[in-house]
């Protein structure tokens, strides 16, 4: 059974950090770009961050550049999200999302294959 579960969300003062870890189970990990996306109330879904299926090609949303960092292992069928400096704003659910791709370098912000149920994520003083 194809499985994402996020964790490491909760509430943090502006400033903060948060590492969020995906753990993937019920498919193999190395055929697909991991990515998280995220939703705040009342906006749409956004594509936060990326990295593809060896690692060695990550994209962030201009909102998180120079504060959220991605990695992977597969190995260990972990991908983490490393949020630093957090503001108010990065307040939302955010899911880890899997992309089956053909391209050990590709990943997209754009669109995804599956996600996981979320794990909230609230900055606020």
């Known amino acids: 059974q194809f499985e994402l579960v996020e964790s490491g969300g909760g509430l943090v003062q502006p400033g903060g950090s948060l590492r969020l870890s995906c753990a993937a189970s019920?498919?193999?990990?190395?055929?697909?770009?991991i990515g998280w996306f995220r939703q705040a109330p009342g906006k749409d879904l956004e594509g936060v961050s990326c990295?593809?299926?060896?690692?060695?090609?990550?994209q962030f949303a201009d909102s998180v550049k120079g504060r959220f960092t991605i990695s992977r292992d597969n190995a260990k069928r972990t991908i983490h999200l490393q949020m630093n400096s957090l503001l108010p704003e990065d307040t939302a659910i955010y899911y880890c999302?899997?992309?089956?791709?053909?391209?050990?370098?590709?990943?997209?912000?754009?669109?995804?294959?599956?996600r996981g149920p979320g794990t909230q994520v609230t900055v606020s003083s």
């Open positions: 999302t899997a992309l089956y791709s053909t391209s050990p370098s590709f990943c997209t912000l754009r669109y995804f294959d599956h």
């Open positions: 019920g498919f193999t990990v190395d055929d697909y770009t």
């Open positions: 990295i593809s299926r060896t690692g060695n090609n990550a």
